[in-house]
């Protein structure tokens, strides 16, 4: 049998006029030999919209439920994820060469990583992210202690992991947002990870994104947001429970 890995993608309703091209970024993936993905994609409400420009293909798998924001959409997604590994990808974003590859050779020695990004601006031009650390295995609480600054030094949605674990770890928190963030600080806080260089996904800058509402923005939910998920991670880390060291 083929092992697989699971690309999860939440979706609404206006927000899906780049999801065709997200799949063709996916499809164009290069696999390690015996390996596939699945495509989850799952729409943040029940209108039908989002999926109906998706085409005909055996590895995705659609489904809608009714609207939580984007981390109970992934979650909801993770429920028919048949992958050993498991990565995210936003609907508006784009997988760019060998993503799927680095990520899965990278998972071969520790249970998830996270990967640079580049911006992509509406006239076509790319920039880095600035902040990015070093290529190659973490130091421990990097991420834990960036967000106690109100930083954070990765794209948080360029996440991959065993599936086992985000499940062992309940999904994607249902924050209003930043769930990325929350499920990325309780990994960090149960088993070492690693950080690939290499750019994996185009992270498309537009007027429609989420995060460029000031709503999204207003104070209190934001630092609400910040400390369910810096919470959740210092209790993992008071209880010491650890995930046991990946043996390839």
């Given at each position: 049998?083929?092992?697989?890995?699971?690309?999860?993608?939440?979706?609404?309703?206006?927000?899906?006029?780049?999801?065709?091209?997200a799949y063709e970024s996916l499809r164009q993936q290069e696999m390690p030999p015996g390996w596939d993905w699945q495509w989850c994609v799952q729409e943040d409400g029940t209108t039908g919209i989002p999926l109906s420009v998706l085409p005909d293909d055996q590895r995705i798998s659609?489904?809608?439920?009714?609207?939580?924001?984007?981390?109970?959409?992934?979650?909801?997604?993770?429920?028919?994820a048949s992958g050993e590994l498991v990565r995210t990808l936003d609907a508006d974003d784009l997988l760019l060469p060998g993503a799927l590859f680095r990520d899965i050779s990278?998972?071969?020695?520790?249970a998830?990583?996270?990967?640079?990004?580049?911006?992509?601006?509406?006239?076509?031009?790319t920039t880095p992210g600035p902040y990015d650390p070093p290529g190659g295995p973490l130091p421990e609480d990097l991420f834990f202690t960036e967000q106690q600054e109100n930083r954070l030094s990765v794209l948080a949605a360029?996440?991959?992991?065993?599936?086992?674990?985000?499940?062992?770890?309940?999904?994607?928190?249902?924050?209003?947002?930043?769930?990325t963030v929350g499920l990325l600080l309780a990994?960090?806080?149960?088993?070492?990870?690693?950080?690939?260089?290499?750019?994996?996904?185009?992270?498309?800058?537009?007027?429609?994104?989420?995060?460029?509402?000031?709503?999204?923005?207003?104070?209190?939910?934001?630092?609400?947001?910040?400390?369910?998920?810096?919470?959740?991670?210092?209790?993992?880390?008071?209880?010491?429970?650890?995930?046991?060291?990946?043996?390839?």
């Open positions: 049998m083929r092992r697989v890995i699971t690309v999860v993608t939440p979706v609404f309703s206006g927000g899906h006029h780049h999801l065709f091209d659609c489904d809608s439920s009714l609207p939580g924001r984007a981390g109970v959409a992934r979650t909801m997604a993770l429920a028919r990278a998972l071969r020695g520790v998830w990583c996270t990967s640079a990004g580049l911006d992509l601006h509406p006239d076509g031009t360029n996440l991959a992991a065993r599936t086992d674990l985000v499940r062992a770890l309940g999904g994607w928190p249902a924050l209003t947002g930043a769930e990994l960090e806080a149960v088993t070492p990870g690693e950080f690939i260089a290499e750019p994996s996904t185009l992270y498309r800058q537009h007027d429609n994104q989420t995060t460029r509402s000031a709503r999204y923005w207003k104070a209190e939910e934001s630092q609400a947001r910040l400390r369910v998920a810096l919470d959740r991670a210092s209790v993992l880390r008071r209880l010491n429970w650890k995930w046991p060291p990946v043996t390839g």
